[in-house]
C-alpha cells in the first residue's frame, strides 16, 4: 500500500511517500518557499536528486507540481494508487489522543485549535485542503504532535494559575515533538523486548523537547502550552520567569509581539552566543574559546541534565535514555557533556560508542546503570505506520 506522509508548513511541504508495511521510502521531497519569490522544489527518487524552480502561488500548486513528478516518473501510473496520506498536524488540543482519519468535523477542530497554534494548524489545513482537492479518493489521515502526551495527568499538565484559566481558555501543558516521542518509544519496547520499562528520550533539534515515558506511556514532558518552554533550543528560551515579559516592555518600549518574537525567534543558543542558532557554530566558537559559546553549551547542557534529573525520579528509575534528532543524533560532545554530568546516577560513557553519527548505537559501557543510546528519530515513518494501522 502507498502512504504519503506530509509535513505541510506555512511556506513549505515535506512529502515521503512509503510502501508498507514493508516500510520502504520510495520517494521524498520538499516544496520551499510557497507563495514567496524564488518557489521550488527538490524530490528525491532512487537516490537521485531533481531540483527545479518553478512558481508555486500556494500549497494547490505543489501537490499539482508533486503528482506530476510521481506519474512522470511512474512511481504511480493513476492517483487511485494513492490510497492514503497522513498529515502532520501539529495541535490537536486535549481531544485527539490518538491519530484520526479526517472528517469535516475534525477539520472543523484542527482550524478552532489554531488560537492555541497560530504558526502551525492554519498551515496544516491548508496541506489537508490541497490534497483532499487534488487526490478527492485517498483516506485523509491526521497524525498529531500533541496525542502522545494525552496521558498526561492533571497534576502534571496544569499550572499553578487559576484554574479557569485552564477549564475556560484551555491553558495546560500539551507537549510537542509528540511523533518523535511516541516513535523512539515504540522503537525502544521493541529494542529492550518488554512493555514495561522506564525510558527518557532526548529530542534535541533546533526546537528539543524530552519526555518521561512509562511502559509505553507519556507521563511528562518538557515543552508546555507552547513549543516554547523547557530546554534552550535554537533560537527559544525555553523556561523562563513569565515577569521578564512586561519588565522588558517597559525598559525597551518593545510591545508584547516583538518581545515574543524576540523569545522565540532571538533567544536560545542565537540570542545567548550571539553566534547562531545552529550547534555546530557553537561548538566552533567552543574551540575557538568564545566565551559566550561555551556560556550557551553550558546552560543547554544543564537544561538537559535538569530534566533528566527530575524525570528519572518522577519514573523512579530508568532502564534506557535515548538521544535523537540533528543534535542528539550527531553531537558526540553534546552527549558526552550531558552523561558525564549524570554521572551521580551511575551512568558511564563508553566514548569510542559515542563517537558516532546519525546511527543507532549503544553510547554506554556494559557496567552503566543505565543504558544511553542513539536513536535516529523518523517522524514520516511514525505518520506512516499510524496510517497504515488506521487505513489497512
Ligand atoms: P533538527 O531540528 O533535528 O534538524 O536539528 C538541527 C540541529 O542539529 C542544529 O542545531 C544543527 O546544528 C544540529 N546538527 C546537525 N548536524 C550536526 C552535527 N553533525 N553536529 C552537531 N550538530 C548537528
Not at 498529515?87 to 488540543?93: A, K, L, S
Not at 485517498?138 to 499538565?157: N, S, Y
Request: aromatic content about 8%.
Amino acid at each position: 500500500m502507498k502512504i504519503l506522509a506530509i509535513n505541510a508548513g506555512s511556506s513549505s511541504l515535506k512529502f515521503k511517500m512509503f510502501e508498507m508495511p514493508e516500510e520502504i521510502v520510495i520517494v521524498s521531497g520538499l516544496f520551499e518557499r510557497i507563495g514567496i519569490d524564488g518557489s521550488g522544489y527538490t524530490i528525491k527518487i532512487n537516490g537521485e536528486k531533481i531540483k527545479k524552480e518553478v512558481e508555486l502561488k500556494n500549497h494547490e500548486d505543489a501537490v499539482k507540481y508533486l503528482i506530476e513528478e510521481l506519474i512522470e516518473n511512474e512511481i504511480i501510473s493513476s492517483l487511485d494508487e494513492i490510497e492514503a496520506i497522513g498529515h502532520r498536524i501539529v495541535h490537536g488540543g486535549d481531544k485527539y489522543a490518538d491519530s484520526v482519519i479526517i472528517t469535516d468535523e475534525v477539520l472543523n477542530d484542527i482550524e478552532s485549535f489554531s488560537s492555541l497554534a497560530p504558526l502551525h494548524n492554519p498551515a496544516n489545513v491548508l496541506g489537508i485542503k490541497a490534497f483532499q482537492k487534488l487526490v478527492p479518493k485517498a483516506t485523509v489521515v491526521g497524525v498529531f504532535d500533541t496525542a502522545f502526551h494525552q496521558t498526561l495527568e492533571e497534576k502534571d499538565f496544569l499550572y499553578g494559575v487559576p484554574y479557569e484559566w485552564y477549564t475556560k481558555y484551555k491553558v495546560r501543558k500539551y507537549g510537542f515533538h509528540g511523533i518523535s516521542h511516541k516513535y523512539l518509544a515504540n522503537y525502544m519496547e521493541k529494542k529492550l523486548g518488554k512493555k514495561e520499562f522506564k525510558l527518557i528520550t532526548c529530542h534535541l533539534g533546533n526546537g528539543g523537547s524530552i519526555s518521561a515515558i512509562k511502559n509505553g506511556k507519556c507521563i511528562d514532558t518538557s515543552m508546555g502550552f507552547t513549543p516554547n518552554a523547557g530546554i534552550l533550543m535554537g533560537t527559544r528560551a525555553g523556561d523562563i520567569d513569565a515577569s521578564i515579559i512586561p519588565y522588558i516592555m517597559e525598559q525597551t518600549g518593545m510591545s508584547l509581539d516583538e518581545v515574543m518574537n524576540s523569545l522565540n525567534k532571538e533567544s536560545g543558543f542565537l540570542g545567548v552566543s550571539g553566534v547562531s542558532s545552529d550547534s555546530r557554530d557553537i561548538e566552533e566558537g567552543i574551540l575557538e574559546n568564545n566565551q559566550r559559546c561555551i556560556l550557551t553549551h553550558q546552560m543547554f547542557v544543564k537544561s538537559v541534565v535538569s530534566y533528566i534529573a527530575s524525570y528519572y525520579v518522577l519514573l523512579g528509575g530508568v532502564d534506557a535514555i535515548c538521544f535523537s534528532a540533528g543534535i542528539g543524533e550527531n553531537s558526540s560532545k553534546v552527549r558526552k557533556d550531558i552523561i558525564e554530568a549524570l554521572s551521580v546516577l551511575g551512568i558511564k560513557l563508553d566514548e569510542e560508542a559515542n563517537n558516532v553519527r546519525g546511527k543507532e548505537a549503544l553510547i554506554t559501557t556494559s557496567d552503566s546503570k543505565i543504558s544511553c543510546y542513539v536513536i535516529p528519530t523518523n517522524e514520516e515513518l511514525m505518520i506512516a505506520k499510524d496510517v497504515y494501522n488506521l487505513v489497512k
